[in-house]
């Protein structure tokens, strides 16, 4: 066997209604102060209540800090970093999406330790510890409650990423009943970000190895088998619950065989346009993995019938074509939109697209195929 290493979140605890318990768990560690890290509609929709309710009654005060926005930027992290240093807190909690998730990992390392944000932008280059840490997703989408990663808006659009094994938390929960509300279109969009996430660690040139093929196949398996239940039945909790699952094996395959080109190409049309991170990456999916496939075209067919198992009857070739076919139709079938035409985005902008893309080097370098900036160019004309 190649040799590989492996890591992700020691502690997971899954099922509904366990954010009542990370009161408990903190309480345990002897935290008695906590940073809560989480947007104003995560808060409103009262997703925070049952873990509010279970730190007040294990004795931890909370600073609550909402003031998160999507594609983070830096000055808003910052900001929650000085939030928590006021009220001296010794533990960070996060409840939501991506953003506050990546947001609080920040916060936690930065409150830990010594070092400006600036300096840690890259792949390991954080020092020192941070403070303890939990991690509780509202979508089914990032995975970020298992990865070592967390990314930031710079300036006026790039993003930067901050890789680092501190930034894994010492627990994920995995709450399926704070899901149910989230809209069609959301549950669509995240959920075809997490297959995003398997694929590209299936297919990763970089750090591939036996245990994230078996987390990116078994979760292409859950989020195929749910995403139309969870967009169809809001309030399925099994659905629900197998697609957090899924987002989940998904983020623990990628945090250790990175992604790629689908990433790559996707930034710059959330810095630039704020399209969401999931609708991104399901605009310029199908036509990434057109371009993979001489490259990936064995690891393709093995996908394609995980996701869509009447593919398993075809040969690989049909496999991989029914794939980027299927994926293709997936996100309009689910309510999202087909092109970026539709987002406001011209042949104007491509140049400008597809040079921003190409920064994004850490990403590209997984690539199972070279990516070069008139392909780019030439996969962003194809989306629209």
Known sequence: MTPFTFQTTPHVLAG???TAEIGGLLAARG???????????VLGAGLCAA?????????????????????????KVLAAVEAGRAAGVEAVVSIGGGSPMDTAKLVALLLGSDQPLGEIYGVGLARGTRLPLVLVP???????????????TTGAAEKKGVVAPQL????????????????????????????????EAFTSRHRKNPLSDCLAREALRALGANIRTACREPE??????????????????????????VHALAYPLGGHFHVPHGLSNALVLPHVLAYNRPA?????????????????????????????????????????PARLGALGISNDHLPMLATDAMKQER?????????????????????L
Not at 311 to 327: C, K, N, Q, T
């Open 236 to 261: 399925n909790l099994d659905a629900r619950g197998a697609m957090l699952y899924g987002a989940m094996l998904a983020g623990m395959a990628f945090a250790n065989a990175p992604v790629a080109a």
């Open 296 to 336: 990936a075209e064995a690891a393709y067919a093995e996908l394609a019938p995980l996701i869509f198992p009447e593919l398993g009857a075809h040969d690989p070739e049909m496999r991989v074509s029914g794939l980027i076919d299927g994926l293709a139709a997936l996100g309009p079938e689910l309510g999202l």
């Open 363 to 383: 990403l590209l370098v997984n690539n199972p195929r070279e990516m070069t900036l008139e392909a780019a160019q030439a996969i962003y004309a194809a989306a």
């Open 31 to 41: 935290v008695s102060r906590a940073l809560l890290v989480t947007d104003a509609g």
């Open 16 to 18: 509904s209604g366990r």
């Open 51 to 75: 873990a509010l309710e279970g730190l007040a009654a294990a004795g931890v005060a909370v600073e609550t800090w909402s003031d998160v926005e999507a594609d983070p930027p830096e000055a």
């Open 138 to 152: 509202t979508t089914a989408g990032t995975g970020s409650e298992v990865t070592p990663i967390a990314i930031v």
């Open 168 to 199: 894994l938390p010492d627990v994920a929960v995995l709450d399926a009943r704070l899901t149910t509300g989230l809209p069609a279109h959301v549950t669509a969009a995240t959920g075809i970000d997490a297959m995003v996430h398997a694929i």
